[in-house]
Nanobody
Framework: QVQLVESGGGLVQAGGSLRLSCRTS????????MGWFRQAPGKEREFVAA????????KYLDSVKGRFVISRTDVTGMLYLEMNRLKPEDTAVYYC?????????????????WGQGTQVTVSS
């Protein structure tokens, strides 16, 4: 089993930045792809970014490309999402996830483990 705990969410003004962290524990995630998803009130869970287990390939939602950066450090068991130039439409609960696939994926069904989420609120 893998446990995932997100942190770093909060309230920020539009144009600001936040860095989300996801701490992993239990089984190693070094051989797993990882990703970030988000869910806004009244909306479906949405893919944000993913990174493969080799820390080589990444994938992003079009609307966050150039603003968000996903990274991981398996030595410390951490996943990060650097979010810059935040917009009110980025407001959501952000979840980290880990899955036993090779490449980065936007399909939530491929992820086996999920965190509880951290709230990000961007004010206009």
């Amino acid at each position: 089993q893998v446990q995932l705990v997100e942190s770093g969410g909060g309230l920020v003004q539009a144009g600001g930045s936040l860095r989300l962290s996801c701490r992993t524990s239990g089984r190693t995630v070094g051989n797993m792809a990882m990703g970030w998803f988000r869910q806004a009130p009244g909306k479906e869970r949405e893919f944000v970014a993913a990174i493969d287990f080799k820390d080589v390939n990444t994938k992003y939602l079009d609307s966050v490309k150039g603003r968000f950066v996903i990274s991981r450090t398996d030595v410390t068991g951490m996943l990060y999402l650097e979010m810059n130039r935040l917009k009110p439409e980025d407001t959501a609960v952000y979840y980290c996830a880990a899955g036993r696939m090779v490449g980065p994926s936007s399909d939530p069904a491929l992820y086996d483990y999920w965190g509880q989420g951290t709230q990000v609120t961007v004010s206009s």
